[in-house]
């Protein structure tokens, strides 16, 4: 069924932005993306520098086991994935204590005994959300029409449902003294870790039914790409590419026409204006905003707020300085400090046999922090020098945490160069670099893909559920649900 009257565009080449694009272009829509950069990812892209290439930021690869979100998108589009399994997801590293994360979380057991019984609700619980997610998520409802939908399907799911239903109000931290684990330090640290790199806050204010599907990735597995993260979105564009489809690269959005209640057209960087029946924003609502003239715009949920950025270095490294770790990624936590600013760091290494990441006898590193990026701003209007003082001082410590668990590395860096949140500004157009999405703390102010305009969507990992490949590709879902019940009638051939 061809729709080729239906003129879709889609701002932002990131894999919310090519999910989209790719499974409507595959129901006959006519979609063009629009990318500010030379090569698809956003995010989760992946970049050639210096002989390496370097995953940007997201560097793990989830959500491809067996009808996990990759898996039955791969499966609709026709993609073959390029991944192999990854024996553990993580290696956890706080002060002298190790645990290798594996799917079977028996190294977590050992170290904490007591937790047996609370890893085994979450894992009911996290089965239960992950048959959810292969459907279409109709939260938060955006109408009477998405409310009325919403209630039948709960209906029918009541039963299933009631174990999740105490845990709907609560933190994590809630959930976990219920099994008497929120005075174990040590514990909470540790959940801590995991929380803040997938939903983007810690345990005494996440959500405890986001943190159930959060805290069940290493369990799901992981995954390796070969030639990077990057994959991801370059298999998209082909799908894309392949149902008549296109992606305009070094083509930056600069406004978005409206017409009451409709967005009519975007005008590019080259001074060109596109007509649109559809546009799908896979940017921040506050990049959003700024495209619509800022205040004159609205969302219908106000959702969550986000809080951070990243500070990530970037390294080439001679291949000797991993010997005997079997892990690709390694979480180091310093002990007795606050998470993030260097103080906590995940470590994302090429594995030995792939050839496109780096040179013979060198490994591809990407080591990442959360920042938040006021400092980052405030340096950068003192001036240029106290702004590489502050870039200095961050690589300085992180370099030092690595040395305590990867002996001699630093002699051994042969590449080395950062990005801070103004790189992510620039590079995403994200206002203020913020990326990773907002804290998941509340199921109750998430925020949907409808906005003011009836023909104006957004995607990404600033909509419910929020960030991580499945995340991404699960929310990517419910925008193509509703244009394609919107405006798939429309023109048909």
């Not at 005008?267 to 204006?273: E, H």
């Not at 995940?346 to 922090?369: I, K, M």
């Not at 959360?370 to 340096?379: C, K, M, Q, T, V």
């Not at 160069?417 to 199921?443: C, D, I, M």
Request: aromatic share 10%; net charge neutral.
């Amino acid at each position: 069924m061809k729709r080729k009257g239906i003129k879709v565009v889609v701002i932002g080449a990131g894999v919310g932005g090519l999910t989209v694009g790719a499974l409507l272009a595959q129901k006959g829509f006519d979609v063009c993306v629009f990318e500010s950069q030379a090569y698809p990812g956003g995010c989760a892209a992946t970049f050639g520098y210096d002989s390496y290439r370097f995953d940007a930021g997201a560097t793990v690869g989830c959500g491809f086991h067996k009808k996990g979100p990759l898996d039955l998108l791969g499966e609709e589009l026709g993609i073959t994935w390029p991944v192999m399994s990854c024996a553990a997801a993580w290696d956890f590293i706080h002060g002298d204590r190790q645990i290798h994360l594996s799917q079977s979380r028996q190294e977590i057991v050992r170290v904490f005994p007591d937790s047996l019984p609370f890893w085994e609700a979450q894992e009911r619980l996290a089965s239960l959300l992950w048959s959810l997610s292969s459907e279409i998520l109709i939260w938060p409802p955006g109408g009477f029409g998405d409310a009325t939908v919403l209630f039948r399907k709960l209906l029918r799911k009541v039963p299933v449902l009631s174990p999740m239903l105490p845990l709907v109000n609560k933190t994590a931290l809630q959930w976990l003294a219920s099994y008497g684990l929120d005075t174990d330090v040590d514990f909470v640290r540790f959940i801590d870790a995991q929380l803040l790199i997938s939903v983007q806050t810690t345990a005494a204010y996440a959500n405890a039914v986001n943190a159930a599907i959060a805290l069940d990735l290493p369990a799901k597995g992981t995954h390796r790409l070969t030639g990077g993260i990057g994959s991801v979105a370059e298999k998209l564009v082909a799908s894309l590419e392949n149902n008549g489809g296109s992606v305009r690269y070094g083509m930056t959005v600069e406004s978005i026409e409206r017409k009451r209640r409709h967005v009519v057209a975007v005008n590019t960087s080259n001074g060109t204006g596109y007509p649109a029946d559809v546009i799908v924003a896979n940017l921040t609502p506050e990049s959003l905003a700024d495209l619509l003239g800022g205040s004159s715009f609205s969302m219908k949920q106000k959702g969550g707020t986000p809080k951070w950025s990243a500070f990530v270095l970037y390294l080439g490294v001679e291949e000797s300085a991993f010997d005997g770790r079997q892990a690709s990624h390694v979480q180091v936590i310093r002990k007795d400090c606050e998470l993030g600013e260097g103080n906590s760091i995940f470590v994302s290494v090429s594995p030995s046999d792939d050839s496109l990441r780096a040179p013979e006898g060198y490994r591809a590193v990407t080591v990442s922090t959360h920042s938040r990026p006021e400092p980052w701003i405030e340096a950068k209007a003192a001036g240029k020098e106290v702004y590489e003082e502050l870039k200095e001082a961050y690589t300085k410590n992180i370099i030092s945490l690595l040395s305590e668990h990867f002996a001699g590395i630093e002699q051994k860096i042969h590449t080395i160069f950062a990005a801070t949140p103004l790189t992510w500004e620039r590079y995403t157009g994200r206002k203020h670099g913020y990326v990773g999405g907002y804290p998941q703390t509340s199921l109750f102010n998430v925020r949907g893909p409808g906005t003011s305009f009836k023909n104006l969507f957004l995607t990404g990992d600033s909509v419910f559920p929020g960030q991580s490949l499945p995340g991404v590709v699960t929310g990517a879902r419910r925008v193509v649900e509703l244009v394609e019940r919107k405006f798939g009638t429309r023109n048909k051939k």
